[in-house]
């Protein structure tokens, strides 16, 4: 509907998740109207975050460094391990302060429709943290929508053989929801109630 950089503006934010056309559209004339020092600072937070945040080498979170804060903290429980599908799932277990362990990051879920499968998530590195005998308990924490539950059983039967206790998140996370949306009471309890999983 617009031309040039306008229209390239609103094409690059609707390809955004969770930003339709609609709002694509309202966010650039935003930043038309912005001043350019609001416009710089947020290009600059765009530039630095693509060339300084990486994936931590041992759980796959973000940092700027080689280990997340959660990975380098020693007063952080290596025995359990908190499995979950994206970051972003990581800081929302975090608010609930429940957890004192530390987290595995998929990278995503089981998804065949999206072609994705196993052998494209974190899960070789996954087995390979738990070879040690260092971990006690595996707490799945995927999403509980039909992409999360079929991950979270797949790793239960891959974790059988390794005779380390699988639980699951329990009651208190709608079904088909997002960990991200949810409040710290809701995945509190959650953690609270979370079962053992015989695959």
Known sequence: MYE???QDLID???RLPGVGPKSAQRIAFHVLAADAADVERLAHALTEVKSKVRFCAVCGNVSEAELCRICSDPRRSSDVLCVVEEAKDV?????????RGKYHVLGGAINPINGIGPDDLRIR???TRLADGTVTEVILATDPNIEGEATATYLARMLRGMGVPVSRLASGLPVGGDLEY??????????EGRRRIDA
């Open 182 to 191: 949810a409040d710290e009471i809701t995945l509190g309890r959650a953690f």
């Open 4 to 6: 040039g950089a306008v």
């Open 91 to 99: 800081v929302a277990i975090e608010r609930t302060r429940e957890f």
């Open 12 to 14: 690059e934010l609707g």
């Open 125 to 127: 590195e996954l087995m």
